[in-house]
């Protein structure tokens, strides 16, 4: 019979030998991370339809929903292609099952799942913004986050702790002492993504563009809004202004096309802003206080 686990302890994948046993955990790697894609196209594809791939993208050219739904196809034949990869690694490293035993296989497939996540989040949401998690709301970040930390975070969290303990009694003591310090870490990741929410009646937005936006484009984007301005930092990059009538209808999308980084207006900017609010007689030009400029 085969002993799973017979190691003293696990050891990172750079102390294995070239084998089965490296083999094995990159399939289980590449698997997971084939199922991370799949479980976001599916889930928030087609059951909830909260997205699609390049649904932020302003082009008119991807406004057509065959064209929507191509880039979903193409994007489900990738993830097949590296869950083919995946089962092929893993028959390859069959034999090394009795090196790096069942958990550790599973801790490595968990990463793979995460590390697609916090990719997603990185490079489609915020880096390139092909899409972000709800497309139907005002506060976008919120689900980012929220998506981010309990799929990506917390996911990679568990796979690392199933790669780094080993199993039998010592092992399930190691899982138990890692419990506190993982529910505490998701606590933090939850009650962060849920104070980003915007507070009830707030009407200031923190702006902050990209390092090689110029003070002129700034304040050219934040026309498009219809926004008074009301503080910004000295550099020009990061801005704050009172919205019409409370409404942020169409800032998200306006202000990303036009070079802004990051569109908050949780209850920490909002609130800290309003010391920076001038009264009108000692507003500089376009309502930013002299301090700012």
């Known amino acids: 019979m085969i002993a799973a686990d017979p190691l003293p302890h696990p050891l990172p994948l750079s102390d ?22 799949f479980f976001d196209g599916i889930m928030l594809h087609q059951i909830l339809q909260w997205h699609h791939l390049l649904s932020g993208l302003a082009s008119p050219a991807y406004a057509d929903i065959a064209v929507q739904i191509l ?20 028959w390859r490293g069959r034999a090394g099952l009795a090196i790096v035993g069942g958990r ?43 998506w981010f930390f309990v799929f990506g975070v917390a ?60 003070p002129d484009e700034a304040l050219a984007a934040l026309a498009t809004v219809d926004g008074r301005t009301v503080w910004s930092d000295p550099t020009g990059r990061l801005w704050a202004i009172d919205l019409p009538g409370g409404s942020t209808a169409g800032l998200y999308r306006h202000l990303y096309r036009r070079g802004a980084l990051l569109v908050g207006n949780g209850v920490v900017p909002a609130g800290c802003l309003d010391w920076f609010r001038p009264a009108p007689e000692q507003a500089g030009p376009a309502g930013i206080p002299p301090a700012a400029l």
Not at 72 to 90: E, K, P, Q, R, S
Not at 187 to 197: D, E, K, P, R, Y
Request: hydrophobic share 55%; aromatic share 8%.
């Open 16 to 37: 294995l030998p070239r084998g089965p046993g490296r083999t094995l955990l990159l399939g289980g790697f590449s698997l997971g991370f084939a199922l991370g894609g």
């Open 155 to 214: 996911v990679m969290l568990a796979g690392w702790l199933l790669t780094r303990t080993p199993s039998g009694a010592s092992g399930g003591s190691g899982l138990r002492r890692a419990t506190v310090p993982v529910l505490l870490a998701l606590a933090v990741g939850t009650a962060g993504t849920v104070a980003a929410l915007p507070p009830r009646g707030a009407t200031t937005a923190l702006v902050l563009f990209r390092p090689d936006t110029t």
């Open 71 to 90: 880039a979903d196809g193409l994007f489900h034949t990738l993830m097949y292609l590296i869950a083919a990869v995946g089962l092929w690694l893993l």
């Open 104 to 146: 550790r296989l599973v801790g490595w497939a968990l990463l793979g799942f995460g590390v697609w996540h916090m990719l997603d989040g990185l490079v489609s949401h915020w880096l390139l913004g092909l899409h972000r998690i709800r497309m139907d709301v005002e506060n976008k970040l919120f689900w980012d986050l929220l």
